[in-house]
């Protein structure tokens, strides 16, 4: 019994090491993401705003080209194992860059925290709670309209976070940035920015408009 269970955890680490390995030889093959200074220096700054826990041990960060992650929607990618966070050159110019690093720290908090699950393309129960928590409701809020399943998991999450404020006390009231509809005030208020989404659900198709203080894309 003891002896098979051995086994099993030998199996299962040299997995683990054999494809980080593979990761690790595509990146390097590549060579077209690295570190910059800069931009780490600006998502510690952002993790000690919405996530100091994560100061202790902050994931990686990398710079790509563009041609790393094409998909122009996509500001960042978190791949967890390899606490890794990879920007592309254009999320420096385009959109608003600190919420982009405080949406990928968003994930590597979740794992910290042992909440990450693999639904909603990560962006899950545990992800959008962590999100709600640190006052980035409204970037949870405009993600799940991106995703299968997200508008369920921001419920689930909202739920979660609010039977958590009801079993404590003092009830940390506005703490989240809700508002009583329900939506989520950004934290910084110069400037406006308008986002429409397309929607599709249960009452059919619908374009929604959301305006909230902050920065619009460049
Ligand atoms: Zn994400």
Same mark, same amino acid.
């Given at each position: 019994m003891q002896s098979n269970f051995r086994k099993l955890l030998l199996t299962s680490a040299t997995r683990a090491s054999f494809s980080v390995m593979l990761t690790m030889a595509s990146v390097t093959a590549l060579a077209q993401c690295w570190q910059d200074a800069g931009l780490s220096q600006l998502t510690a700054n952002v993790a000690r705003q919405?996530? #100091?826990?994560?100061?202790q041990s902050m994931p990686h960060v990398y710079l790509c080209s563009d041609d790393q992650i #094409?998909? #122009?929607?996509?500001g960042g990618i978190y791949t967890t194992g390899e606490r890794a966070m990879r920007i592309p050159l254009r999320s420096t110019s385009q959109g608003n860059l600190t919420m982009t690093l405080a949406h990928e720290l968003g994930h590597a908090e979740t794992e910290r925290r042992g909440l990450f699950d693999q639904s909603v393309q990560g962006h899950g129960v545990g992800w959008m709670r962590v999100m709600i928590e640190a006052g980035l409701g409204h970037e949870a809020q405009r993600t799940a *309209?991106?995703? *299968?399943g997200g508008g369920q998991a921001f419920q689930l999450a909202q739920q979660a976070v609010a039977d958590v404020g009801r079993s404590q006390s003092p009830p940390s009231a506005g703490a989240t940035g809700q508002r009583p509809d329900g939506s989520y005030a950004r934290p910084t208020t110069r400037c406006v920015t308008r986002i429409e989404y397309l929607i599709t659900d249960a009452n059919g198709r619908r374009v929604e408009v959301q305006e909230f203080p902050g920065c619009a894309a460049k």
């Open positions: 919405y996530f #100091p826990g994560l100061l #094409p998909d #122009p929607r996509v *309209a991106f995703f *299968a």
